[in-house]
């Protein structure tokens, strides 16, 4: 081989040698990145899962709130039932005695 033809297999053994060394740090890199979309891709649903446990407790918590306000109104209704039997018994008492006290009179 003449030299010139030489030097140029060798320029081409070199540069192919390069494109392959080359060729697997990209390989790496580009499953490096991969395993990175992954992992942000799990960090998003988990945080995605968090949301909707958040939500679902706000909706609970509304939904207590609201039952804890129709059990208060209904206490108050029912409180105030039994202050007027409370005091319709109370007069039928006095009346008794009254009537008791004419009777004996």
């Known amino acids: 081989m003449k030299k010139p033809i030489a030097k140029l297999v060798i320029k081409d053994l070199i540069t192919g040698d390069g494109a ?4 697997v ?4 890199k580009v499953k490096i990145l991969e395993e990175k979309v992954i992992l ?3 960090i998003i649903s988990n945080f995605e899962l968090k949301i909707n446990n958040f939500n679902s407790i706000l909706s609970t918590k509304s939904d207590q709130l609201l039952i804890s306000q ?18 319709l018994t109370a007069g039928a008492g006095i009346v008794a005695v009254i009537g008791a006290i004419l009777l004996v009179k």
């Open 20 to 23: 392959k060394e080359e060729l």
């Open 25 to 28: 740090l990209t390989t790496d």
């Open 40 to 42: 942000k891709d799990s």
């Open 70 to 87: 129709e059990l208060s109104k209904k206490l108050e209704i029912d409180l105030k039932k039994q202050k007027v039997k409370n005091k």
